[in-house]
């Protein structure tokens, strides 16, 4: 038998799995002491699952058991039973005691690898001393490749990585499309060529817990891009036929893309692609596909573009413009003014002109212009443009009718008349300014308001025959071709020896007068006033003012 101050140990043999191991040291007290062990249950132990720290060989009476971790010291301390009571102290945790003293660790995790100590109080107060080293093994997790570059060129080298967390460290092995290449965590491969395209794998795992995890990428090995060459089926479109574009190469494992006017080609309804995208079929060519096209192949490595194929569609001509605009269906210019016709359409490529007046060719205007420099009276006519593509082999035509004025005043080009012109027509205006200012002359004393006073003098017969004069004042009325009466009192007017006989009517608010003009002779006498027997005192003149300030005159003057 040996000393109780000597601990025996028993070692454990290893457990495929996660391995949680224990083992207990025993003091024997008395010589009469069996040994007793900690045991693992199960041996090996597994992540989230549960481990059993198991006491055996202890067959006396316990009172009391106590588990610590790392040391028996009082600061590492887990837990302790009372079999008496069944009482565990502190009760909520996640390890438990069971009856038998045995330790319950619920979900492992890799932070309960550690060393575990019990210590058992029996009945006779003897103190059992235990050591136990417990250890949770774990991976290998999914490994991990580095760089995760995907592509090489050929000739250039592979080297990969690969790392997985495990305990105890996990072994790597390294396969290509299945066939094991090395067995370490890191592979090279120097220039490599397109037969080292494929699948790569790397497989870690762990042998204790006889697990294993791997993980695989895609690598692909290419050639560097050739540039392709652009080629259409027709050169010389016209607008509304089919072309067909095809980008060569002779490189296979590549993507085709096409570029109009060096921007990513957006198809429409009239765009189909086919042979892996080397072919651009546009079924029917419009005018707006004109253009700069480029066809370009990459890998995953590189790319290169085509030279530019520079596309022409040729069209019209059509909507074809003579102007200027004519109004009411003509075009007007003046004698000896200018005008300049236009003639547009649309084309490609541009369109020749031809110019006609009156159905005949005009040889000297070729382009799209018609001048007109000096009008004549024979310029007037109707003027045809007529537009043709010589690729279409197309023509348009339209027909403008030219129609030359005189000059006017006035006229909204500034255009001005002769100068014999403009005196005739000074002249015409003066006329009719003098006419316009006798009429009113006429009218003005056709209404002139009345006649307040006047009075006649008469002379006897002889005196009338020798022509004796009527002496009147300054307000005396004065007949048309009479002499002007002098200035002040006393002075008499002459009159011509023959006055031409006429009569006027002058009316004044209902009272007639009779104004009577004879050879010699001027009297002016009322109606009321003639002596019945009619005669008439010839040795006297009576003379009256007449005030003509405002005088009604009737509509009838007989000159």
């Not at 198991?54 to 837990?79: C, D, M």
């Not at 006297?540 to 003012?545: H, I, K, L, P």
Request: glycine share 6%; net charge negative; proline share 6%.
């Amino acid at each position: 038998m040996e000393s109780p101050s000597e601990p025996q140990c028993r070692t454990l043999s290893p457990w495929r799995g996660l391995l949680i191991t224990a083992s207990i040291l025993s003091c024997w007290i008395q010589p009469t002491s069996a040994q007793v062990t900690i045991v693992p249950n199960p041996p090996f132990g597994e992540v989230n699952h549960n481990v059993t720290l198991e006491i055996r060989g202890f067959s006396g009476q316990a009172l009391f058991y106590t588990w610590y971790r790392k040391a028996v010291a009082e600061p590492n301390r887990i837990t302790r039973y009372t079999v008496e009571t069944g009482e565990q102290e502190p009760a909520g945790i996640r390890e438990k005691v069971l009856p038998n003293g045995s330790l319950l660790i619920p979900d492992l995790t890799l932070s309960d690898t550690d060393d575990y100590h019990v210590t058992i109080v029996n009945s006779r107060g003897d103190i059992i001393l235990g050591q136990g080293n417990l250890a949770v093994y774990d991976g290998p997790d999914t490994p991990m490749i580095f760089p995760t570059a995907l592509n090489y060129p050929v000739g250039a080298t592979i080297e990969l990585n690969c790392s997985a967390e495990s305990n105890p460290p996990a072994q790597f092995t390294w396969l290509i499309n299945g066939i094991q290449m090395a067995s370490t965590s890191k592979l090279s491969i120097a220039n490599v060529s397109l037969n080292h395209t494929g699948t790569y794998t790397c497989n870690a795992s762990n042998s204790v817990t006889g697990l294993s995890r791997s993980k695989d990428i895609n690598i692909t090995v290419s050639e560097r891009t050739i540039k392709p060459y652009l080629m259409a089926n027709r050169t010389n479109m016209i607008e509304n036929d089919a072309l067909a574009f095809t980008c060569g190469t002779e490189q296979e494992g590549v993507d085709t893309l096409w570029f109009f006017n060096e921007k990513l080609l957006i198809l429409n309804e009239r765009m189909v692609l086919s042979m892996k995208n080397r072919t651009l079929t546009i079924l029917t060519v419009k005018r707006e596909n004109a253009g700069s096209y480029e066809c370009e192949i990459r890998n995953p490595i590189s790319s290169s573009r085509s030279d530019p194929f520079i596309l022409h569609v040729n069209y019209g001509p059509e909507n074809i413009k003579v102007g200027p605009n004519p109004k009411k269906g003509e075009v007007e210019v003046k004698i000896k003014g200018s005008l300049t016709l236009e003639c547009h359409v649309e084309s490609y490529p541009p369109a020749q002109y031809r110019w006609q007046v009156n159905g005949t060719k005009i040889p000297n205007f070729s382009n799209n212009t018609y001048v007109i420099k000096h009008a004549t009276w024979e310029d007037s006519g109707k003027y045809t443009c007529m537009a043709t593509n010589n690729v279409t082999n197309l023509s348009v035509s339209k027909s403008i009718r030219i129609k030359v004025i005189e000059q006017y005043i006035g006229g909204s080009n500034g255009s001005s008349l002769s100068g014999g012109a403009i005196t005739g027509i000074v002249i015409v205006v003066l006329i009719g300014v003098i006419l316009i200012g006798v009429l009113i002359y006429i009218q003005c004393f056709r209404k002139a308001r009345r006649i307040s006073k006047y009075q006649l003098s008469e002379k006897n017969q002889s005196a009338h025959k020798h022509g004796e004069d009527i002496i009147m004042n300054e307000n005396t009325v004065h007949l048309p071709g009479s002499a002007l009466p002098a200035q002040g009192s006393g002075s008499s007017p002459t009159f011509p020896e023959e006055l031409p006989k006429s009569s006027y009517q002058v009316c004044d608010q209902g009272e007639a007068r009779t104004l009577s003009e004879t050879k010699g002779e001027v009297k002016m006498v009322s109606k009321d006033e003639v002596p019945a027997d009619g005669t008439e005192n010839r040795n006297e003149a009576r003379v009256e003012t007449l005030d003509i300030t405002r005088v009604d005159v009737c509509d009838k003057i007989d000159l």
